[in-house]
C-alpha cells in the first residue's frame, strides 16, 4: 500500500474550504464530544454517558477525569459511533453513470495495474450526498476491462478535499466465477499459471543469489541480464505472494469459494472475496481460511446459477460462523443507504453490534485502515446520529472527518429549496 | 400513362355506383356477420387461495384512506372487508389477536417487471423490451411473464399482493402492461386480476432515442420521441374513426366492410376509448409537460408518469391535471435524466391538493420494501418542514396506487366491501426492523413468516442442491 498523505489537517482543511464543506473552520481547536452513547466497535462495548475528546485529527481520550477541550459539544445521550466505511463501488470515479466522459471506472486494457485513484474527483456531487448516510470514508473499486484483473483499489476520505486520495494501489481485484463466454475454468488456471510461474522466478533468483555468494570470486560471466527489473505486473504478483497486498476476488459459487481457499492456502495469499452467494454452502471452510467475506446484505434473489443461496440472513448466518463480513452497497449513488443494509441485516438475525462492525472495524481490519473504531490513537472520523443509525427516521446530526466537522448538504438540498421557496420570479431566480 | 386511366373515367361511371349503393341502402341490405374484437381473449381465470372469515384484533390499523385507528379490528367475510373499527365481535371467525401489530391493506407496486426480467436472470429470461421497433403496441406484456419468478414470492414476504407488471423502456410505446394478484399461478391467467384495466407503457427521453438512434433509426432525439409518439397517434385516430365508421354504418343496416385488424392500433385505440391506461416511463418536468400536452392532442389522459424524478418541479400541473406520478425515495444519478433527484419529491407531489403520489419499485429487490421506501421519504420530507404521518404515507404504496392502476373501487384501502386484501406487520411498517408476517388476498392468507405451510416456493428453486437444516446448525 502506497500511503498518499498523512492526515495533514491543516493543508487539507484549506482547500477543502472551497467547497463549503466544512462548518468548523478552526481546525487547531480541540473538541470534547459529551454525554454521548458512544459506540466504541471495540471490547469496550457501548459507553452510555460518555466523554471522547478529539485533538489534531485523532481520539485522545474516552472519558478522562478532567475535559478539557476548546469547544464542548453536548451530545444530549445521542449515539456516536466511528463514521462508517465504503467498499466495491465507483464514488468520486462517476458523476452520472450513463454519460461516458463522468465515467473513469472502466478501460477495456486494463491490466492487474489499473491504478484509478489518479481519475478521482472529489468534487463529485455524490461525494457530498454520500455524507449524508455518515459514511466517511471509502474503498474505491475499478471495473476494470477485458482482462480478469479489474485493477487495484484506493482508499478516500470522505472530506471532498483534493488529497482526500488516503492511499492508492490498496488491493488488486479480480473476477472469477461465472462467464457468458468461454469457461469459468480459464480465469482460475490462468491466476493459478501466474502464481507459479512468480513463485518459480522468485526461487531461481534466490538460488542465483545464493550461487553467486558462493562464486564470488569467480568472475561474472556474460549473463548480467539475471539482474533484469522484474515488470510492473509481475511486481504486484509477487506482492501478492508476500502476502502484502490483499487480492480482493469476485466469486460467487461454492466451487469457486473453495478453489479459491486452495489458492489462498498454496499460495499463502491475503485474500477476501466479494459477492460470495454460496458462502453459507462452504461456511465452515471460509471460516477456517480466515477469509473475510464482502456481501451485499439485500441480495436474496436467485438471479444467475451461482446465488442460488442469496438470502437476507446471510450475514447473520456468516457472522455466527464466525466469518468477518462486510457488507457493502456496490453503487456509488446508492452508497448512503449502508445504514439501511446494516439495519435490514440486524432484521434479518444479525446483531446491532456485529452490523455496526461490519460497516465500521472489519473493514478497517481488513483494508488496515486506522479508522472504524471509537478509541484512543484512531483517527477522529466519527458520527453522531439523531437516533439509532440503522433506522430511516433517523439522520447524521454531526460528522467529522479526520477531527474536521463536514456538512451532509448536498447539490439535492439546493433544488429541494428552490421548489419549495415561494416566488413571483421563475424558480431560477431562487437560488 | 396507363395509371392514369381509372381517374378519367366518366362522371356517369361514378353516379352509377352512388345510386347503386344508395338503393341498397334503402332496400336494407343483407349484413354480414358484424365484425367485433375480443377485448379480452386472455382472460383471468384467477381464483383466492382458500379463504378465511377472520377478526384481527387489537392492532394498529392505517386504513390506506389517510386514517390510523389504535387497538382496532379488522373483519373480513367471504374475502371483504366488513368492518374496521374498534372492539368488533362476531361468531364463526378466525380471531388474530395482533396486539402490538400494525395492519395495512395489501402493498400495491405500480411498476415491476417480475416474471419478464425474472431471476434467474438468464438469456433466455429477457422478455421484457421488444426492442425491435420504437412503437410495438401490438406486444402484450402477459405472453412474457414467467409465473415461477421466485420474485412473485420475496414480493409476497414483504406485503405485494397487487402489482402491474410492464414492458420495458426501450421503445417510444412499449405494449400493454397487465395487473396480477400476486398469488402463485402456474398460467399469468390465474394471477391475472380480474376486470383491471389494461395499461399501455410509454418511455419518454434518453432510453428510446439511445436505442434507435445507436440504430441511425427515428428517434435519435427529444423531438424525434415526440414525432414518434404523435404519428402513432395519428394511426389510432384514424383508425379509431374508421372502426366508429364501420359501426355507424352497420347500425343503419349498411353491410360496410370492417378495417383491416391492426394489434398495435387496437391498443392505443383502447386508450383513446378510455379503456386502456397511460404508463409512461418520464423523468422531467419539461418532457412530462410535453406528455400531458400530447394527450390533449389526441384527446385522451396522459395518465401516470412513472420514474418522475422531477415530478416536484410541476407539482401543481400533475395534480391539476390528474396525473398520478410514481417515484422513487432516492434512486438517481444513473441517467442524466435522473439527475435532479430529491429525497422529498413524493412529499412535495402529495402535498397539493388532489395530487396522486405513488411509490414504486421497478426492482425485485425494493418491491420487497415498498414500506421502507416510503418511510425514508416520509422522515427526509419531516425534516424538512413537512408534518406526514404513517396514515399519509402508506396512501403512496396503497391507495393511490391503486388509483394509478384504476382499482381502487376493488383494493387499495380497508373499507368495507372492498377485496380483502391485508397486511400484518410485526411493528410500524415504516421502521427498517419491520416484517410482514401474515399477508392476505382476496381473504385468503398466502404468506406467514412462521408457518412454512403458507411460503409458496418457485418450481425453479425446488430440488435444487440447497443447505439443509442439519447443515445450517
Redesign the interface.
Same mark, same amino acid.
Given at each position: 500500500m502506497k500511503l498518499m498523505k498523512t492526515r495533514k489537517l491543516f493543508t487539507s482543511s484549506l482547500i477543502a474550504l472551497a467547497f463549503a464543506s466544512i462548518t468548523s473552520v478552526a481546525n487547531a481547536e480541540s473538541l470534547a464530544i459529551i454525554n454521548a452513547t458512544v459506540h466504541t466497535v471495540t471490547e469496550q462495548g457501548v459507553l452510555t454517558n460518555a466523554t471522547v475528546i478529539i485533538d489534531d485529527g485523532k481520539i485522545t481520550a474516552i472519558n478522562p477525569v478532567v475535559v478539557s477541550a476548546d469547544k464542548i459539544i453536548d451530545a444530549n445521550g445521542r449515539i456516536l459511533t466511528p463514521g462508517l466505511i465504503g467498499t466495491m463501488n465507483q464514488l468520486g470515479l462517476?458523476?452520472?453513470?450513463?454519460?461516458s466522459k463522468s465515467r473513469d471506472a472502466s478501460e477495456k486494457k486494463a491490466d492487474i495495474t489499473f491504478d484509478t485513484s489518479l481519475a478521482y474527483n472529489p468534487r463529485s456531487t455524490?461525494i457530498a450526498y454520500t455524507r449524508k448516510g455518515g459514511i466517511t470514508s471509502n474503498i474505491v473499486t475499478p471495473f476494470g476491462g477485458e482482462d480478469m484483473f479489474r485493477g487495484q483499489t484506493f482508499v478516500v476520505d470522505l472530506s471532498g478535499s483534493f488529497d482526500s486520495v488516503l492511499a492508492n494501489q490498496s488491493a488488486v481485484v479480480v473476477d472469477f466465477g461465472a462467464k457468458s463466454k468461454g469457461s469459468r475454468a480459464t480465469a482460475l488456471q490462468k491466476f493459478i499459471h501466474k502464481l507459479e510461474d512468480a513463485q518459480l522466478k522468485l526461487t531461481k533468483n534466490k538460488e542465483k543469489e545464493a550461487n553467486k555468494k558462493s562464486q564470488k570470486k569467480e568472475k561474472d560471466k556474460s549473463k548480467d541480464n539475471d539482474k533484469k527489473e522484474p515488470k510492473r505486473d509481475e511486481k504486484v504478483i509477487n506482492e501478492l505472494l508476500a502476502g502484502t497486498k490483499p487480492l480482493i476476488a469476485y466469486a460467487d459459487r461454492a466451487t469457486d469459494l473453495l478453489a479459491l481457499i486452495k489458492i489462498k492456502e498454496r499460495f499463502k495469499l491475503n485474500l477476501i472475496i466479494v459477492g460470495a452467494g454460496d458462502a453459507?454452502?462452504v461456511k465452515e471452510q471460509l471460516a477456517k481460511a480466515k477469509i473475510p467475506v464482502i456481501i451485499n446484505a439485500?441480495?436474496? +434473489?436467485? !438471479?444467475?446459477?451461482d446465488t442460488?443461496?442469496a438470502s437476507l440472513d446471510n450475514a447473520a448466518?456468516l457472522t455466527a460462523a464466525g466469518i468477518k463480513v462486510i457488507l457493502s452497497v456496490d453503487d456509488?449513488?446508492?452508497l448512503?443507504?449502508l445504514r439501511?443494509s446494516a439495519?435490514?441485516a440486524?432484521?434479518n438475525g444479525l446483531s446491532k453490534e456485529d452490523a455496526l462492525a461490519s460497516i465500521t472495524a472489519n473493514v478497517a481490519d481488513v483494508f488496515g485502515l486506522d479508522v472504524g473504531r471509537i478509541a484512543v490513537g484512531k483517527n477522529a472520523d466519527l458520527v453522531l446520529w439523531s437516533a439509532d443509525p440503522?433506522? +430511516?427516521? !433517523?439522520?447524521v446530526d454531526k460528522m467529522w472527518i479526520a477531527g474536521q466537522e463536514h456538512s451532509t448538504k448536498s447539490r439535492?438540498?439546493a433544488?429541494?429549496k428552490r421548489?419549495?421557496t415561494e416566488s413571483k420570479m421563475p424558480?431560477a431566480y431562487v437560488k | 400513362m396507363s395509371k392514369r386511366i381509372p381517374s378519367l373515367l366518366p362522371i356517369s361511371v361514378l353516379a352509377v355506383t352512388i345510386s347503386l349503393a344508395l338503393s341498397g341502402c334503402l332496400q336494407k341490405e343483407v349484413q354480414d356477420k358484424k365484425i367485433t374484437i375480443n377485448k379480452n381473449p386472455y382472460p383471468s381465470t384467477y381464483i383466492p387461495v382458500p379463504q378465511q372469515d377472520l377478526l384481527i384484533k387489537n392492532a394498529t390499523v392505517l386504513t390506506g384512506t389517510g386514517e390510523r385507528l389504535d387497538n382496532a379490528d379488522v373483519l373480513v367475510k367471504n374475502g371483504k372487508i366488513v368492518q374496521v373499527g374498534t372492539s368488533l365481535s362476531t361468531e364463526n371467525v378466525t380471531v388474530i389477536d395482533a396486539t402490538g401489530k400494525w395492519i395495512t391493506p395489501g402493498i400495491i407496486d405500480v411498476h415491476s417487471h417480475l416474471g419478464v426480467y425474472p431471476s434467474p436472470s438468464v438469456e433466455s429470461h429477457q422478455d421484457g423490451n421488444e426492442m425491435t421497433s420504437p412503437v410495438t403496441a401490438n406486444v402484450w406484456v402477459e405472453h412474457s411473464v414467467w409465473p415461477q419468478d421466485p420474485g412473485f414470492q420475496t414480493a409476497r414476504a414483504g406485503g405485494i399482493t397487487t402489482l402491474q407488471i410492464l414492458p420495458g423502456s426501450g421503445n417510444l410505446i412499449g405494449g400493454r402492461g397487465v395487473t396480477l394478484r400476486n398469488v402463485p399461478s402456474v398460467s399469468v391467467q390465474g394471477m391475472k386480476f380480474p376486470d383491471a384495466p389494461y395499461g399501455m407503457k410509454m418511455a419518454c427521453g434518453e432510453n428510446p432515442k439511445r436505442v434507435y438512434g445507436s440504430r441511425k433509426e427515428l428517434p435519435s432525439t427529444r423531438m424525434g420521441n415526440m414525432a414518434g409518439y404523435r404519428a402513432a397517434w395519428v394511426d389510432a385516430t384514424e383508425y379509431k374513426a374508421a372502426w366508429e365508421k364501420y359501426e355507424a354504418n352497420y347500425a343503419q343496416g349498411k353491410n360496410p366492410a370492417a378495417p383491416k385488424r391492426d394489434l398495435a392500433l387496437d391498443t392505443l385505440k383502447s386508450v383513446l376509448d378510455g379503456e386502456t391506461l397511460i404508463h409512461n416511463h418520464c423523468y422531467k418536468a419539461d418532457e412530462m409537460t410535453q406528455m400531458i400536452d400530447l394527450g390533449k392532442e389526441f384527446n385522451y389522459h396522459s395518465g401516470t408518469f412513472h420514474h418522475g424524478i422531477e415530478a416536484y418541479k410541476i407539482a401543481d400541473k400533475l395534480a391539476e391535471n390528474g396525473n398520478c406520478a410514481a417515484m422513487w425515495p432516492d434512486w438517481w444519478g444513473f441517467k442524466m435524466e435522473a439527475y435532479d433527484m430529491i429525497h422529498e419529491n413524493v412529499a412535495i407531489v402529495d402535498a397539493v391538493k388532489n395530487s396522486c403520489a405513488v411509490v414504486h419499485s421497478d426492482s425485485g429487490t425494493t418491491i420487497q420494501r415498498l414500506n421502507q421506501e416510503a418511510g425514508k421519504i416520509m422522515y427526509r420530507a419531516n425534516e424538512n418542514g413537512f408534518s406526514l404521518k404513517e396514515e399519509d404515507a402508506i396512501k403512496w404504496i396503497t391507495f393511490n396506487a391503486a388509483k394509478s392502476l384504476g382499482i381502487d373501487d376493488q383494493t387499495g384501502s380497508l373499507t368495507s366491501g372492498k377485496k380483502a386484501d391485508i397486511v400484518v406487520w410485526n411493528k410500524n411498517p415504516f421502521s427498517v426492523y419491520a416484517h410482514a408476517e401474515q399477508v392476505f388476498v382476496d381473504g385468503g392468507k398466502v404468506y406467514d413468516k412462521f408457518d412454512e405451510s403458507y411460503q409458496a416456493k418457485s418450481d425453479f428453486l425446488l430440488g435444487q442442491p440447497t443447505t439443509t437444516s442439519a447443515e445450517q446448525n
Open positions: 462517476v458523476e452520472v453513470n450513463a454519460v455524490v453459507i454452502v439485500m441480495s436474496n +434473489l436467485p !438471479s444467475s446459477f442460488l443461496h448466518r456509488a449513488h446508492n448512503y443507504q439501511f439495519g435490514n440486524v432484521a440503522f433506522e +430511516l427516521s !433517523s439522520h439535492h438540498d433544488l429541494r421548489y419549495m424558480k | -
